[in-house]
Every structure is written in C-alpha cells, then in structure tokens.
C-alpha cells in the first residue's frame, strides 16, 4: 500500500489549505494515521495522528489549535486542514500509516509507510 498526499502550495501568512492523504489500498490492521513536516535543515515533526479505530486525534505542541485532522471514512482519506499559516510552517509535510502494535502516536519511528510529501510554502 502507498500513501499519497497532496494539496500543498504557495500561501501567504494567514492563509489556510487543506492537505489529504488517501492510500492506494486497504490499510489492514493499521489504525494510526499521522502527519509529519520536516523543513530545510531541520528533524522530522509530529505535527498530528488519528486513530481510524477510536476517532482520537493527537497534534503537536506547535499546532495550538491551528490545524485539524480528519478522515473521510468512505473516501478512505486522512485530512490536515491547516489555519492561519505562519512561515514557520513552510515545510514538507507527509503523510504516514502507523506500524500495527507501535507506541502511539508522535514518533515517526512508528511510522513505516510514508507518502511522498507535499511542499507548503507560507510566504511573510
């Protein structure tokens, strides 16, 4: 199964988009759905996972209730809707599906299927 995320772009601060990620298959047995950034010199973040199972949501300490995580159960996709961008949000975000039985949720050493990023870029 691949992952494929889009949705990303060109924005100006204050701006909002909506990123998606929607497998090529049946992600079986597999109930965490995260998204990391990783910006230019900088280490892989957490920025939020959702449980396919039990609907919990958790998001990195940055996100203060910036952006929100989401699925679409019959389009089988996983959403970052992202509010209010600052720059220092420019990155390359992805999204990840969760190895069956890994510690939840922020570590991306839990993480073993990876889409192939999509660029944000928030402009000042």
């Known amino acids: 199964v691949q992952l494929q995320a889009s949705g990303g772009g060109l924005v100006q601060a204050g701006a909002s988009l909506r990123l998606s990620c929607e497998p090529s298959?049946?992600?079986?047995?597999?109930?965490?759905m995260g998204w990391f950034r990783q910006a230019p010199g900088k280490e892989r973040e957490f920025v939020a996972g959702?449980?396919?199972?039990?609907?919990?949501?958790y998001y990195g300490d940055f996100v203060r209730g910036r952006f929100t995580i989401s699925r679409d159960s019959a389009k089988n996709t996983v959403y970052l809707q992202m509010n209010s961008l600052k720059p220092e949000d420019t990155a390359v975000y992805y999204c990840?599906?969760?190895?069956?039985?890994?510690?939840?949720?922020?570590?991306?050493?839990?993480?073993?299927?990876w889409g192939q990023g999509t660029l944000v870029t928030v402009s000042s």
């Open positions: 990840a599906s969760m190895r069956p039985y890994s510690p939840c949720c922020d570590s991306a050493s839990s993480y073993d299927i």
């Open positions: 298959g049946r992600l079986v047995n597999r109930y965490m």
């Open positions: 959702l449980s396919r199972s039990s609907g919990n949501t």
